[in-house]
């Protein structure tokens, strides 16, 4: 299992907490959203886990993983 954390910008209450949360949970399992920092966290492994997959999740519920 890997640790990753991605910055993504755009997230600016709960409801945008919970749309991250409720877009990436199919694709990684258990996923932590820091508001504060604007970070999103979780754990899998590198080989199993599609990061492109992911950043598209986020771009298409409006947020954006910067880089």
């Known amino acids: 299992m890997e640790a990753v954390e ?10 945008c907490v919970e749309s ?13 959203v ?3 920092s604007g ?3 979780f754990e ?3 080989q199993k886990i599609d990061l492109n997959a992911v950043k598209t999740a986020i771009d298409e519920i409006g947020f954006e993983v910067v880089e």
């Open 6 to 15: 991605l910055k993504v910008s755009g997230m600016r209450c709960q409801h």
């Open 20 to 32: 991250v949360t409720k877009a990436l949970k199919p694709l990684v399992g258990e996923v932590k």
């Open 34 to 36: 820091d508001l504060k």
């Open 39 to 41: 970070k999103v966290s």
């Open 44 to 46: 899998g492994d590198p």
